[in-house]
C-alpha cells in the first residue's frame, strides 16, 4: 500500500497565483485532514472531511478550500496566494476520528513558498 | 480552548541511554485521546504511542511509555535505550473524544548523539 500520498512535495509560488494540492490515500478512510506546520508551530487544522461528499473548517480555513468527491482524494486548493501561506502541508487520513482515536496516516508533506 | 504544551524545544541524549520528553495539555473535557507522533528527518509523520484518558495505566510501546498523570494533565514520553533512528521532531497531540480536530504542541527537537 502507498498510504497517503500528496504531490507536488515542492512548489514556489507567487503572489496572487492559485494552485492545488494533490492528496490521495488507497486506505479507504473515511476521515481525511488537511494540516499546515509553520516554523516553531504545531500543526494547525485546516481543513477536513468526515467522507466524500463531506467537509468542514478547521482552525486556519481562510485562503483555502477543499472538495471531496471521491473517499480516496482530497484536494487542497489555494486561491489568490500570499506570503502568509508559506508553509508545509501535510494531508492525513484516518479510520476514525475523536470517537475512537483513531491514529492518522500521514503523507510527506508539500513545502509551498509564496514570493 | 485544547492547548498542548511542549516546554523543550530541544533535547539530545546519548545513544542508549533514556530520556523523557514533557507535554502539558489544557482540557476541561474528561474523554480525551492523547498522542505522541514522531516526525523523522524524512518528514512522514508516524504514531508512538496512544493513550486513552479513561485508562489510567500507562500505555507502552516498546521502548516507549508514557507517564500519563490526569489530575495534573501531564503526559511525558520515556524513550529507553535510545538509538540513532529516534532522532526526530516529537509532538504530542491530543483530541476530545467525538471531535474532528487533534490538536498538536510545538514539538521536541530529540537528537540522539553516538
Known amino acids: 500500500n502507498a498510504g497517503v500520498t500528496q504531490t507536488p512535495k515542492f512548489r514556489i509560488l507567487k503572489i496572487g497565483q492559485s494552485m492545488t494540492l494533490q492528496c490521495t490515500q488507497d486506505m479507504n478512510h473515511n476521515y481525511m485532514y488537511w494540516y499546515r506546520q509553520d516554523p516553531g508551530m504545531g500543526l494547525k487544522l485546516i481543513y477536513y472531511s468526515v467522507g466524500a461528499g463531506i467537509t468542514d473548517k478547521g482552525e486556519v480555513p481562510n485562503g483555502y478550500n477543499v472538495s471531496r468527491s471521491t473517499t480516496e482524494d482530497f484536494p487542497l486548493r489555494l486561491e489568490l496566494a500570499a506570503p502568509s501561506q508559506t508553509s508545509v502541508y501535510f494531508c492525513a487520513s484516518s479510520d476514525f476520528s475523536g470517537t475512537r482515536g483513531g491514529e492518522l496516516f500521514f503523507g510527506e508533506g508539500s513545502r509551498l513558498t509564496v514570493l | 480552548a485544547q492547548t498542548v504544551t511542549q516546554s523543550q524545544p530541544e533535547m539530545s541524549v546519548q545513544e542508549a541511554e533514556t530520556v523523557t520528553l514533557s507535554c502539558t495539555y489544557d482540557t476541561s473535557e474528561s474523554n480525551y485521546y492523547l498522542f505522541w507522533y514522531k516526525q523523522p528527518p524524512s518528514r512522514q509523520m508516524i504514531l508512538v504511542i496512544r493513550q486513552e484518558a479513561y485508562k489510567q495505566q500507562n500505555a507502552t510501546e516498546n521502548r516507549f511509555s508514557v507517564n500519563f498523570q490526569k489530575a495534573a494533565k501531564s503526559f511525558s514520553l520515556k524513550i529507553s535505550d535510545s538509538q540513532l533512528g529516534d532522532t526526530a521532531m516529537y509532538f504530542c497531540?491530543?483530541?476530545?473524544?467525538?471531535?474532528?480536530?487533534?490538536?498538536f504542541g510545538t514539538g521536541t527537537r530529540l537528537t540522539v548523539i553516538p
Open positions: 497531540a491530543f483530541i476530545l473524544t467525538g471531535a474532528n480536530n487533534l490538536f
